[in-house]
């Protein structure tokens, strides 16, 4: 496994404004990805991270508002831009280390508040 | 990703064991069966995973079926921290292939 941190564990941020969420592994990892819990519901992914690569997003999330780096092996950050009260989410990292019979770990997620 | 259906809820006496259901009826052959767990809040735990064969792990025990259009995970021993929510998930065994969160089952383990 690998143990993953994030950064703030919560935040209360006014709407319009910018949060950046860092995800740290305490070893090199291929594969980062970022997911989203809103209210009750279940996790939806954003998009994933690779480093030297521009990350891929799914369906319904823009660059422009999440945008994602990836500097190195080890680190990885999520921008919430822009905030609306739509934002208010749990916000998760994830990491898997690229072999093929790998599984994803997740970290303890962001608890973002949007007022 | 094939889809799966669970139960929206169980419940469990603690001590006893829990099984949970998971139907996957479209499985593709190269799909794993994941199962996460969830703990109020927290970021999901994986628990086992497997392809067609049992597993067995500290935490729990996997059971495929034969044609592998079910699976149940077993929590043998039950205890009140293993409230929470479990996640089936079936998943292409590559690396990067994407995680598909269902709603889960509600577990609740009570004195």
């Known amino acids: 496994s690998a143990v993953i941190s994030q950064k703030p564990s919560r935040d209360i941020c006014q709407r319009g404004t910018s949060l950046t969420i860092q995800c740290q592994v305490d070893?090199?990892?291929?594969?980062m990805f970022w997911y989203r819990q809103q209210p009750g519901q279940s996790l939806t992914l954003i998009a994933t991270?690779?480093?030297?690569?521009?990350?891929?997003?799914e369906s319904g999330f823009v660059i422009d508002k999440f945008p994602i780096s990836r500097p190195n092996l080890t680190f990885s950050t999520l921008t919430v831009s822009n905030m609306s009260p739509e934002d208010s989410s749990i916000y998760l990292c994830?990491?898997?280390?690229?072999?093929?019979?790998?599984?994803?770990?997740f970290g303890p997620g962001t608890r973002l508040t949007v007022l | 990703d094939a889809k799966t259906t669970q139960p929206t809820s169980m419940d469990c006496a603690e001590g006893r064991a829990a099984n949970l259901p998971c139907n996957h009826s479209?499985?593709?052959?190269?799909?794993?069966v994941y199962w996460y767990r969830q703990i109020h809040s927290q970021g999901p735990q994986y628990i086992i995973h497997?392809?067609?064969n049992n597993e067995t792990n500290e935490m729990a025990s996997l059971i495929i079926t034969e044609d592998r259009k079910s699976s149940t995970l077993i929590l043998p021993h039950a205890t009140l921290r293993d409230t929470a929510v479990y996640y089936c998930?079936?998943?292409?065994?590559?690396?990067?292939?994407?995680?598909?969160f269902g709603e889960g089952t509600q577990l609740t383990v009570n004195p």
């Open positions: 998930i079936v998943r292409v065994e590559t690396s990067g292939s994407r995680l598909t």
């Open positions: 994830s990491v898997e280390r690229g072999r093929s019979t790998d599984t994803q770990y």
């Open positions: 991270a690779n480093q030297g690569s521009e990350a891929t997003y």
């Open positions: 497997g392809l067609k």
């Open positions: 070893s090199q990892v291929t594969m």
């Open positions: 479209t499985i593709s052959g190269n799909e794993y």
